[in-house]
């Protein structure tokens, strides 16, 4: 089964199918503000919401009806009609790179054989990556539109952020394509399902089936890349409480705050999603359940596929509950001069293995070496090192070096507020131009 099992389903068929992803996005959402809250109450010693339903249950239903049943503030500076549309472009984006997701094989419901996944196209992967980065533009559109400073000042995070690690992720799923040979994610899922053999330098090796152990460097890159993508702790940047208010959605309240909280949950869900199917074997039972010969038949696979995915939103949490926010030159380092190098030296490791198993000369060989070395080096070189601190002659007035604002800074007024005051202005002078004629006609 590949790309030619798609574009046979009725219409009616293909709208349950949009219909369950999107409940199950949305109940998955409210069900991981529970989880989080839980779990990170466990880590720091306290209960979390354990009040309405059982366990607290029904805490994330009663937030979302008062977010609901709150007043909707517009800001007099923003603009109307970006500051509306820029939560639904995030929501939309968030939602409808599920399309491409493979949820398990071909099934049958009520008698039509489907596969368990609304489409699929052969550069199915890149369409996902087009929905994570046209997101964005919601968080950097909601920014600029609200009139304020420190939204602007989110927005622009948000953006630099996504460029810095979204390098990073695509060239991460390279290595992927490399030895899949397709960029459709179904395809992906089916070629981990086999341990192939190959040859390396005279060795017959039989290499495990799932590309998170074969391409491991990938991997990790592409794990921490997903963190960064996501703007979640440590790397919650552009909503930073401590330093920009709220960031991005600081002017944002009731229904369009609850859509952008939602973008920021399901993006959790599709690049959870993504990385189980790019690197874990999508659907497919991890071992030793795999030996059960029906393990991947049938409605069993969205089983395994769902517990590979919740893995990875309590490695979100994990990390919430654990690390503390980097500072902003240390995340964009680590993405400019750690991830991208080590991806590009190992593309050319991984493309020198694929030689060498196709070429019986050399070259290969030379290339496997060469990378290997590079490697290497990249690892020596692009290591982070923690740099020795020393007592500076004169009274350092930053904070170890680095620069803080001072004091009694003073936010620079929004460019919007020049045009308003401008505008006020020419009423006011138009306001007693009349009434000094009206005056002089009295």
């Not at 989080?36 to 354990?50: A, I, K, L, S, T």
Request: charged share 15%.
């Amino acid at each position: 089964m590949g790309l030619d099992a798609f574009g046979h389903d009725p219409l009616w068929l293909i709208i349950i199918k949009i219909l369950a992803v999107f409940v199950f996005l949305i109940v998955s959402t409210i069900f991981v503000i529970w989880f989080e809250r839980r779990v990170v109450g466990r880590m720091q010693h306290r209960p979390g919401p354990n009040r309405y339903g059982p366990f607290g249950l029904l805490q994330s239903v009663a937030d979302a009806l008062k977010l609901a049943l709150k007043e909707d503030i517009m800001p007099t500076l923003a603009d109307k009609a970006v500051y509306f549309i820029a939560p639904i472009i995030s929501a939309m984006c968030a939602i409808t790179a599920w399309a491409v997701i493979p949820f398990g094989p071909e099934v049958s419901i009520f008698g039509v054989k489907t596969m368990l996944q609304i489409t699929d196209v052969p550069v199915a992967v890149l369409f996902v990556l087009a929905c994570s980065g046209l997101g964005v533009y919601g968080i950097v559109l909601g920014g600029w539109a609200s009139g304020s400073t420190y939204p602007l000042l989110g927005a622009l995070r948000s953006a630099a952020q996504v460029i810095s690690y979204e390098v990073a992720l695509g060239l991460s799923i390279v290595a992927v394509f490399m030895l899949s040979g397709s960029m459709s994610t179904s395809e992906i899922v089916l070629s981990q399902g086999e341990n192939p053999a190959i040859d390396l330098f005279g060795w017959h090796i039989n290499v495990p089936g799932w590309y998170a152990i074969l391409l491991f460097p990938s991997f990790v890159i592409f794990m921490i890349s997903m963190v960064g993508e996501t703007n979640r702790a440590p790397f919650d940047l552009p909503e930073a409480e401590s330093e920009l208010v709220g960031g991005f959605h600081t002017e944002y309240s009731s229904l369009k705050f609850a859509m952008f909280f939602l973008a920021e949950y399901i993006n959790m869900f599709t690049v959870s999603a993504m990385c189980v199917t790019l690197f874990l074997g999508g659907w497919r039972a991890p071992w030793p359940i795999s030996i059960w010969g029906e393990a991947n038949t049938g409605w069993w696979p969205i089983l395994w596929f769902l517990g590979k995915v919740w893995v990875f939103m309590f490695v979100f949490v994990w990390l919430r509950g654990t690390m503390p926010r980097l500072r902003y030159d240390q995340f964009m380092r680590l993405g400019w001069k750690v991830l991208i190098p080590l991806n590009l030296v190992w593309i050319l490791v991984v493309a020198g293995v694929r030689v060498s198993t196709q070429q019986e000369n050399g070259t290969g060989k030379i290339l496997i070496i060469g990378g290997v070395v590079l490697l290497a080096g990249a690892v020596i070189l692009f290591y982070p090192r923690r740099k020795q601190y020393f007592e500076p002659a004169v009274p350092d007035l930053g904070l170890g070096g680095f620069p803080v604002p001072p004091i009694d800074l003073k936010v620079p007024p929004s460019p919007r507020t020049k045009k308003i005051e401008a505008t006020r202005e020419k009423a006011a002078v138009a306001t007693d131009t009349k009434t000094e004629t009206t005056g002089e006609e009295g």
